[in-house]
């Protein structure tokens, strides 16, 4: 069995090939640069991205990616990859029904690919990690946005370089909204993106491959330990961790928080709850009620797995104002929410996805094997119904890892057998599993499209370096 001491050296040695050496690593907090005091910088808001143009076929974006400077820690500039120049990216707001196309324009010198997390789009315009874009090229995504309403996000996925980029910056939400939606709007609608990072006593981000050690500064929406103030009135906020490997347990201590939304959309039933375990790419929608605190009144959101490894108070909510009358409470039952997946009649094939290591290269394996883009891992038929068991191998060394599923949402069944609660079981794109575990998933493959998707571990830095596999869709 190993312990603690023996994690943390399967994580140096996954990041030993970009290792700098050890002095010119610091933390922001032990030297060189240092972070604003806490609570003093003002939360950013991503800027809401502008169509350049909307016509009968839909919402036209673009979206240009390039090395970018920004300022992080106070009096530096950081280095960053940034969406037209914010970071981390603007939000992109979509309505249900209403389709929306993004010409990504690669001014990187690397390649890049546009994926539409949670986004039910066809293969073209899945940002898969061979399809990408070569440094001064440009391409349009097509999304058809007929899925119901869902917190989505989007992230690059060029093949091998996808965790550096997006560590650097290159994420981002896309909001994809019902009409008439019963949850609070407008600025009472706070997108949270909760990310890791780490400085080097420059100031600039630090980049190693599996080096989640080391980053200990938590970015709230790009910003170290901001302040955000509240009317007296309800809020939706949309919790997204867009970190590479970090999992957040998220709590409001004091708060009433109800979680209203999913990865892929609305819960059909809200649940009143005080924490949220988050593994990389997932989503938690929730409406907090600020109305019963006085002026002046400080919440916070805290990890409350933060300790001394990484901040633990992440974000400051203080409530100004009179109390707002009238604003709307949450509906016991959300309109806009999916049915949760049913179970087909007759049998229901399974197949097994393990999740591996091998610490010699290193490398991390799907089935024992790391990710061909030339291997179709799984054939699955269009509108078929299976359950996939996946399992967590504690060997040789307990790591924790999640599901990721393209193109697809699916249903939760239960974890080391037994079955998960309804807030944790549809509609998701991403579940977390523990070493050692074993998670069973129901997943439909009904959306309109056939073709070569991939799944994946989102522990970014996993991904990159093999575990990833794909499943072809056929008619
Ligand atoms: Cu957000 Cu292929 O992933
Ligand atoms: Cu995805
Ligand atoms: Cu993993």
Not at 290 to 306: H, K, Q
Request: glycine share 8%.
């Amino acid at each position: 069995m190993l312990n603690r001491r023996d994690i943390i050296k399967v994580g140096a040695v996954a990041g030993a090939a970009l290792v700098l050496p050890a002095q010119r690593i610091v933390a922001a907090v032990a030297g060189g640069a240092q972070p604003a005091p806490p609570f003093t910088v003002p939360l950013p808001i991503p800027s809401v991205l502008d169509p350049v143009f909307t016509d009968r076929a839909g919402d036209h974006y673009e979206l240009a990616v390039r090395p970018d400077t920004t300022q992080i820690l106070p009096g530096r500039n950081t280095r960053v990859l940034s969406y037209n120049g914010v970071f981390p990216g603007p939000t992109i707001k979509a309505t249900r029904g209403r389709p929306v196309k993004v010409r990504l324009i690669n001014e990187l010198p690397t390649p890049a690919a546009l994926h539409l997390h949670g986004g039910e789009v066809p293969q073209e315009s899945d940002g898969h990690p061979l399809d990408v874009i070569q440094p001064g090229g440009s391409r349009v995504y097509e999304y058809p946005n007929h899925q119901p309403a869902a917190t989505l996000w989007y992230h690059d996925h060029a093949h091998h370089l996808e965790a550096e980029q997006v560590y650097k910056g290159l994420s981002g939400f896309y909001l994809l909204e019902e009409p008439d939606s019963e949850l609070p709007g407008g600025a009472h609608d706070l997108p949270i993106a909760l990310r890791d990072a780490a400085f080097t006593d420059g100031g600039e981000l630090l980049w190693e491959m599996g080096g989640f050690r080391r980053r200990t500064t938590v970015l709230v929406n790009g910003a170290v330990q901001p302040v955000h103030t509240v009317a007296r009135r309800r809020y939706r906020l949309r919790l997204l961790n867009a970190a590479n490997e970090r999992t957040f347990r998220l709590r409001i201590d004091g708060a009433d928080v109800v979680q209203v939304g999913s990865d892929g959309g609305l819960l059909p039933k809200p649940v009143r709850r005080t924490e949220f375990l988050l593994s990389p790419a997932e989503r938690v929608d929730v409406v907090v009620d600020f109305s019963r605190f006085g002026e002046g009144s400080s919440l916070i959101l805290s990890n409350a797995d933060g300790n001394a490894d990484a901040n633990t108070n992440l974000l400051k909510f203080v409530v100004a104002g009179d109390r707002v009358r009238g604003d709307r409470a949450v509906p016991a039952r959300l309109s806009g929410a999916a049915a949760p997946l049913a179970f087909p009649r007759g049998p229901v094939p399974t197949r097994k996805v393990v999740f591996g290591y091998n610490p010699k290269v290193p490398e991390f394996l799907i089935n024992g094997q790391v990710f061909d883009p030339n291997r179709a891992d799984f054939t699955v038929k269009r509108g078929s119904t299976e359950i996939w068991e996946i399992v967590n191998d504690p060997k040789p060394a307990p790591i924790p890892h999640n599901l990721h599923l393209h193109l697809v949402q699916f249903r939760v069944l239960d974890r080391n057998g037994v079955p998960v609660r309804s807030w944790e079981a549809y509609p998701k794109d991403t579940v977390r599993v523990a070493p050692g575990e074993t998670v069973r998933i129901l997943v439909t493959f009904d959306s309109e499209f056939t073709g070569l998707y991939p799944f994946h571990c989102h522990f970014v830095d996993h991904s990159s370096i093999g575990m990833m596999a794909q499943m072809k869709i056929i008619p």
